[in-house]
């Protein structure tokens, strides 16, 4: 152990998903643990560890952005050590070590775990390079919660065993790999001891949790366990359309806990795009399923994202996918133009689609989906809702916050005006009375 710690400033940039930011927490809790001085920017920081995103190509931009700048700080005597970690250092392992020499420790996701050895390692002048095996990305243990007090990510598994053609995920984070139920109920019963009030459950595919532990899908068997803790909300991410189970729905909808709210990244509607992407189903299929989860939910909240200009898609197919999102009528909506990742089999199909044109199909469905939004919006005028105060807004003179149909993080916020101080955290009722750029605006009850 080094000494002086407590001297020695240590800052933390994660990029990404919720998933990496639970990484981020874990290393953040052995650091501040080993008595390094957590700091909250990156520009205060010693040392300073960059825990990347490298799943598409804008991440992987932002992610060697940041590398760069804190190479800039090093330069300039600010930053003394730089450290990377994550997907982008997990995806081009020898690239990092090649063409970023200013950095002083590169570590795989499987070596998350050695961080602190890390930190002393390059504190001592020594430059570290090591990954590891991902099978060895350690998922439990001691937290350092990044999130506002009142929610947190949970995460029930890592890793994809989909394989679709567009993603890179499986060769980052190798096979799918539930945690016990044993394991996450005691991690979520600290949190909620610690204040939580909203747990978000993560993983790559969060309905396919336990197949690989239990031998079968045990998403319901999990929720069961954490609906009986002292929490308010237990929201779902990214639950695959194919496992979306009768027994999973029906607790969707009986259990005032879970929040009536499905994040069901579905990509596209067309057959022949969804099965080159390694996907199932069409769109009379997908159609079946949402009037299904619509019909046994009610009050349900959908999500879902799309991907425009895969290899050989048509303009008649991206006409098909633009028609369904308008019929669906899906209450949140993210569209992305694909991305020709390093090593995917879709890097290397027939047929690609002119990038200009795979972007301006995105922002054809993007601009749908506003109008969409504005019309649901003003419908919700008079009517009201729970919401969780998330802050203060000086500018606008109001609050702002979620109600369940928010996702933290993804969907936006609610703003609105209330009769006493407020403090972050508290649920509140408010009554919606105008829609100002697309943000709903509410008074307190």
């Not at 005028?381 to 916050?401: A, K, P, Q, S």
Request: hydrophobic share 40%.
């Amino acid at each position: 152990m080094a000494e002086n710690t407590d001297k020695i400033k240590v800052g933390m940039v994660s990029l990404g998903c919720p998933k990496n930011q639970c990484d981020a927490e874990l290393m953040l809790a052995k650091i501040a643990d080993a008595g390094y001085k957590v700091v909250p920017e990156a520009g205060l920081a010693d040392v300073v560890v960059i825990n990347t995103c490298g799943f598409i190509t804008s991440a992987k931009e932002e992610a060697i952005e940041e590398i760069m700048e804190a190479i800039s700080r090093k330069n300039d005597g600010i930053n003394k050590r730089i450290i990377v970690t994550g997907c982008l250092a997990q995806r081009y392992q020898q690239q990092m070590d090649d063409e970023f020499p200013e950095i002083d420790g590169v570590l795989g996701i499987g070596r998350n775990d050695a961080i602190v050895e890390t930190i002393e390692r390059v504190l001592a002048g020594e430059r570290v390079i090591d990954f590891g095996d991902v099978k060895d990305h350690d998922m439990e243990g001691k937290r350092a919660q990044t999130t506002l007090a009142h929610y947190a990510y949970l995460r029930i598994a890592d890793g994809c065993d989909n394989c679709c053609t567009y993603c890179a995920i499986p060769q980052i984070r190798g096979r799918f790999r539930s945690r016990t139920v044993e394991n996450i109920v005691e991690e979520a019963k600290k949190l909620v001891s610690d204040g939580v009030r909203e747990l978000v459950l993560v993983a790559q595919d969060t309905t396919r949790y336990g197949e690989d532990l239990y031998g079968r899908l045990a998403l319901t068997d999990l929720l069961r366990e954490l609906t009986k803790l002292d929490v308010k909300w237990i929201r779902l991410l990214y639950c695959y359309p194919e496992r979306m189970t009768d027994e999973l729905i029906d607790m969707i909808a009986k259990e005032p806990k879970i929040c009536k709210y499905i994040d069901l990244p579905l990509q596209h509607c067309n057959a022949e795009i969804l099965r080159d992407m390694g996907r199932g189903g069409d769109r009379e299929s997908l159609t079946a399923l949402i009037e299904k989860l619509r019909a046994r939910i009610p009050g349900l909240t959908l999500r879902t994202t799309f991907i425009t200009g895969f290899p050989g898609e048509t303009e008649e197919q991206f006409t098909e996918l633009a028609e369904f999102a308008n019929d669906m009528k899906f209450d949140r909506l993210g569209c992305f133009a694909f991305s020709a990742e390093d090593g995917t089999p879709a890097e290397s199909f027939p047929d690609q689609v002119d990038e200009r044109e795979r972007e301006h199909r995105s922002e054809i469905i993007m601009e749908q989906q506003e109008i969409r939004m504005t019309d649901a919006m003003q419908a919700l005028i008079g009517t009201e809702t729970e919401v969780v105060c998330e802050g203060y807004d000086r500018l606008f003179e109001m609050y702002f916050g979620r109600d369940a149909s928010y996702a933290p993080e993804i969907d936006g916020m609610i703003y609105f005006s209330a009769k006493r101080r407020l403090k972050t955290g508290e649920f509140v009722k408010i009554r919606f009375k105008d829609v100002i750029d697309n943000n709903l605006i509410g008074k307190m009850l």
